[in-house]
């Protein structure tokens, strides 16, 4: 498969991942200014944290180039439509239809057509964020639409080199998004204690922003602490957006991926299956959390890495894209 192919393919599935990352994370906020507690403070605190979705996109500083107040209208528009960000849903839709539009020879047509309508519907001709209650349901759209593509990938896509790079893109950029949402989450942690029943809210909000508060308490039946969260998201084996499970499937699509390839080096699946390991076989997450043994950074680093590497390795690239 040509690098360029291979690349298109690999950055089709990172950005459909981005921009369902980012409607969720919106979509979640909202509901948590609306829901927030009744306690003497409570929804005065939560209606002023946006900022922290700019740290988790990790958009910050650009942001604070075009915008002095983080707060509701800012950081939506940032988010879903602004021009000079490059990692917001208009802009990953368009990038993802502009990777598919390379590979219509390589992807299914229905495929094509659902990125096609994704792109029509949600980002082409969309000067202004959505406002008020319309704001739900574009993030609801964003996020059923990326299903709706990946549901039809999964059941169209031969499981050939293309399909191993689809997954790897997916589980690469599924992997980051974990590690950066943690890595914000405790850091507003150790700005001290909150009330009691916000700290409960933050915990729904954390889990329901990953897809995984359903999922968590059917396990967990006492309520979410940051304890039992984080050991759900950093190392449950078997939930689809935990860290060991994204981690684990990066690896596999490398290894598959350098099958495809014999004689290229091997040093991306060495990377990947060195992290894959440490989380897989770390004890507890305090060890990551707490510790720093790994540290979330450490394994943001480590990611990046992971995909210096693959363009290096099957793009033909120097570093890799943002």
């Not at 759209?141 to 299903?147: F, L, Q």
């Not at 050939?160 to 950029?173: F, I, K, Y």
């Not at 060890?287 to 992971?306: H, N």
Request: with cysteine; proline share 5%; net charge negative.
């Amino acid at each position: 498969m040509l690098s360029r192919l291979a690349s298109s393919l690999f950055w089709l599935a990172r950005y459909l991942e981005r921009a369902e990352h980012t409607a969720r994370l919106l979509e979640v906020n909202v509901h948590a200014i609306v829901e927030a507690p009744l306690a003497p403070g409570g929804r005065g605190i939560v209606a002023e944290q946006w900022a922290p979705l700019l740290r988790v996109t990790d958009s910050e500083a650009e942001f604070r180039q075009h915008f002095e107040r983080a707060d509701g209208a800012s950081v939506v528009q940032w988010l879903t439509v602004h021009d000079d960000n490059p990692g917001s849903i208009r802009a990953s839709l368009t990038f993802a239809r502009e990777n598919a539009r390379a590979l219509r020879d390589r992807i299914s047509t229905e495929t094509w057509e659902a990125i096609n309508r994704a792109y029509h519907a949600l980002a082409a001709g969309r000067p202004r964020p959505p406002e008020d209650d319309a704001l739900y349901a574009y993030c609801a759209d964003v996020r059923e639409a990326s299903h709706l593509v990946a549901g039809i990938i999964d059941a169209t896509l031969p499981r050939d080199l293309g399909w191993h790079l689809v997954v790897a893109g997916r589980s690469l950029e599924r992997s980051d998004n974990v590690i950066r949402t943690l890595m914000v989450r405790y850091r507003r942690a150790d700005e001290g204690p909150v009330a009691e029943g916000l700290e409960a809210h933050r915990a729904m909000a954390l889990l329901k922003s990953m897809s995984a508060y359903e999922a968590f308490r059917k396990r967990h039946r006492a309520a979410p602490v940051p304890a039992s969260i984080a050991a759900y998201l950093l190392l449950d084996p078997e939930f689809p957006r935990s860290l060991r499970r994204a981690l684990a499937t990066l690896h596999e699509a490398l290894q598959a991926i350098a099958s495809f390839n014999p004689g290229t080096s091997g040093e991306v699946v060495r990377q990947a299956g060195w992290l894959a390991a440490q989380v897989a076989y770390c004890p507890d997450a305090s060890r990551i959390v707490d510790d720093g043994d790994p540290s979330l950074q450490a394994m943001l680093d480590a990611l990046a890495d992971i995909a210096t590497a693959m363009g290096r390795t099957y793009f033909g690239e120097g570093p890799a894209a943002a």
